[in-house]
């Protein structure tokens, strides 16, 4: 998720308004408001540390929560997944005294995903395998790095009406396959 996403969501969920935000950091009335919006809309990210301070002082946020993801930085990875909290319904439980996550999107405010949904039912699959040995956790990272591109997925058969020779031409391929499924599930669902 980009900064001005971040920014976004988090100022709506504060209630407030773009040029309310730009006077709480120190704009003036003439440019608070264009200048969040520049900001929310990827057009330009604020040039120095301090204002993603003010940022997050004025939203009453960590300033982490306003940075881009980051998943180098072992002690970031938690903002990564509260945001998959707040957007996707992740929820964190225990087992054996372990963390364990899993997606709720029953949640209110949390955005329905059928394709993510569907991913991780596949990713569910293939760790499975690699759980029960059928396959080497190695293997498992080969799946991931090329997922969807050379492994079954719930993709696979939309896939199979388009010819693709190169990478350019699968993700082209990929999002009118992805199109295909869920458009033609809406219209069954409107038929129905």
Partial sequence: MSFGNQLRRIRKFRRMDQATLGKKI??????????ISQYERGVKKPRKKETIYKLADALDV????????????????IYILFWLAITYGLEIDELDGQPIFRFNQNKKYVAKNDVLQEQLQDWLVYSKKEKHGIFATVELYDWMFRYPWSSDCFISKELEQYSYSNMEEFVEAYYKALHDRYETSIIDEDHT
């Avoid at 120190?26 to 200048?35: C, F, I, N, V």
């Avoid at 929560?65 to 990875?77: I, Q």
């Fill in 26 to 35: 120190g704009l003036s009335e003439r440019s608070a408001y264009s200048t």
């Fill in 62 to 77: 960590s300033p982490f929560m306003l940075e881009e993801p980051d998943v180098e930085s072992g002690e970031k990875v």
